[in-house]
């Protein structure tokens, strides 16, 4: 078995930027530079054959032109009350949703279920201990708010691994698709 995610990873310079903010909240399991992206689709445990399927369906989905995108703002997910993830936000792109959506899509072609979601893309910052204060929080959040990175232009996507840990996954690539 194994668990895949597509994903586009972020360029080193924004990474920089992104770890450099990563500070003053105590609670916070900062995530490092390595495991920085923008998720497209998740798609959960699945059998190595099923994973070879997903990898076809993922060619058909690569191939239509590089993006430019811009990080934009921050804020935090939650379940019910407690706020679980701090992220940073990407500017809207009408592009970047049409490749999640075609992810989507290849993971359903391939005889998975992803979960249906509102495509929201973000960077997951931290993950959250239930120690962190709402106060703190919301603190960190209006001092970081104002968050934006210049364009930066991403020409491939990546099918990754996930094994989970305390803190967070630890992330491998496993291909990479040409945009």
Not at 4 to 31: E, K, M, S
Not at 122 to 145: E, F
Not at 149 to 176: A, C, I, K, M, W
Request: contains cysteine.
């Amino acid at each position: 078995m194994v668990r895949l995610f597509t994903a586009l990873a972020v360029p080193p310079d924004i990474a920089d930027t992104l770890v450099r903010r990563q500070t003053g909240l105590p609670g916070a399991a900062w995530r490092p530079p390595e495991a920085l992206h923008i998720t497209l689709s998740f798609y959960g445990e699945m059998m190595l054959r099923q994973a070879d399927d997903l990898d076809g369906e993922l060619v058909r989905a690569a191939g239509r032109g590089p993006l430019s995108l811009s990080l934009a703002g921050v804020g935090a997910f939650g379940d019910g009350h407690r706020s679980r993830t701090l992220w940073a936000g990407v500017a809207p792109d009408d592009r970047l949703t049409a490749l999640a959506a075609r992810c989507e899509a290849a993971g359903r072609r391939a005889g998975l279920d992803p979960p249906r979601r509102t495509y929201h893309p973000h960077v997951t910052l931290a993950y959250l201990k239930p120690t962190v204060r709402d106060d703190r929080l919301a603190a960190w959040i209006q001092g970081h708010n104002l968050l934006q990175s210049p364009p930066f232009r991403l020409d491939h996507f990546g099918l990754y691994s996930s094994v989970t840990g305390p803190n967070g996954g630890t992330y491998s690539l496993e291909q990479e698709y040409p945009l």
